[in-house]
Nanobody
Framework: VQLQASGGGLVQAGGSLRLSCAGSGYSLSLYSVGWFRQAPGKEREFVLGIRRNGGITRNTDAVKGRFTISRDIAKNSVVMQMNSLQVEDTAVYYC?????????????WGQGTQVTVSS
């Protein structure tokens, strides 16, 4: 079972990116999925998650109104749409999955995708 994160890149402030977390070997719809990010010199932080029942969880108001998360059942993936990107959003973004409805931790991790926002 694997997770593959993709969609990162270089974008100007105010721009958008769409990150995808694809699962292989199992149905991702049976898992809660979370997006995390780690900026240089900082600890990894939880950004946004979608539970098995579709509930959305958000750790920081910093992305409120700018980032959304949804499932693409046909592609067995979870997508995080990031709009109005800011320089402060620059980080390596990771997706993770857990079979728990309300994960206290995530057992499966993808490899990370770099997001760089320029001013």
């Amino acid at each position: 079972v694997q997770l593959q994160a993709s969609g990162g890149g270089l974008v100007q402030a105010g721009g958008s990116l769409r990150l995808s977390c694809a699962g292989s070997g199992y149905s991702l719809s049976l898992y809660s999925v979370g997006w995390f990010r780690q900026a240089p010199g900082k600890e990894r932080e939880f950004v946004l998650g979608i539970r098995r029942n579709g509930g959305i969880t958000r750790n920081t108001d910093a992305v409120k109104g700018r980032f959304t998360i949804s499932r693409d059942i046909a592609k067995n993936s979870v997508v995080m749409q990031m709009n109005s990107l800011q320089v402060e959003d620059t980080a390596v973004y990771y997706c993770a999955a857990s079979p728990q409805y309300q994960p206290s931790s995530y057992e499966l991790w993808g490899q990370g995708t770099q997001v760089t926002v320029s001013s």
